[in-house]
């Protein structure tokens, strides 16, 4: 089943606003991670946070965590043209592989 | 340090035929992942390997699609006697275990024909 749900689907904001974009997943985690993946490429590791942590840091990133609502949140400041992709949350799950669950992702665009 | 590399970049084969998919980890991984993406969905876990043994094929086909890891050289994502429904974007990822980040490689594309 899938795990991660990110939304809005889709996201168009005009530069230097902040984007925020959600994800819920359905079963105990290990650790949430977000990635980008531009048009037609492979998917770069933005931040990953762990099941006991609240909320993190990077750069113009923020991610938080909510275990008790299981979801998390991703906000990008003072957003750039340049940040326009698809942005998935996933998830390893607690006591299994280490593989990831994803969703389907957020396609935000950034207009100039 | 390369980052992970995957061929070829873009595959195209007719019904029936086998396609083989590389991937070779970042240096210093031992533990590589494939993925499927279809266009405008994420990507959907197949198989987890590590040297010359499969950790969790859950996300495998049962039939067709195999992969390995062999002690030396390039994990191998193959799917034999291909279908039009596998046309698809395949990801290898691998990392070094423990904390699980894992780095993509760009991807195959694999059109079928």
């Known amino acids: 089943s899938q795990q991660g749900e990110e939304d809005p689907q ?7 606003e902040n984007a925020t974009m959600n994800c819920s997943y359905k079963t105990s985690i290990n650790n949430l991670q977000w990635y980008r993946q531009n048009s037609g490429r492979g998917l770069v590791h933005l931040i990953l946070i762990r099941s006991n942590e609240r909320e993190k840091h990077s750069g113009r990133l923020r991610v938080t965590l909510d275990t008790s609502k299981k979801s998390s949140s991703l906000l990008i400041t003072a957003s750039r043209a340049a940040d326009t992709a698809s942005y998935f949350c996933a ?4 006591g299994g592989s280490e593989k990831l669950v994803f969703g389907k992702g957020t396609k935000l665009t950034v207009n100039p | ?14 019904r029936g035929q086998e396609a083989r998919l590389r991937c070779s980890p970042m240096k210093g991984h031992s533990h590589v992942y494939w993925y499927r993406q279809l266009p405008e969905e994420g990507l959907k876990f197949m198989v987890y390997l590590q040297k010359e043994n499969i950790i969790d094929e859950s ?6 699609f195999s992969a390995e890891f062999p002690k030396e050289g390039p994990s191998i994502l193959r799917i034999q006697q291909v279908v039009r429904g596998d046309s698809a974007a395949y990801f290898c990822a691998s990392s070094p275990g423990g904390e699980n980040i894992q780095y993509f490689g760009a991807g195959t594309r694999l059109s079928v024909l």
């Open chain 2, 1 to 14: 340090n390369a980052g992970v590399m995957q061929n070829p970049r873009h595959l195209v084969r007719r």
């Open chain 1, 10 to 16: 889709a996201l168009s904001i005009q530069e230097g």
């Open chain 2, 59 to 64: 996300g495998m086909p049962k039939e067709r």
């Open chain 1, 91 to 94: 998830t390893a799950t607690q």
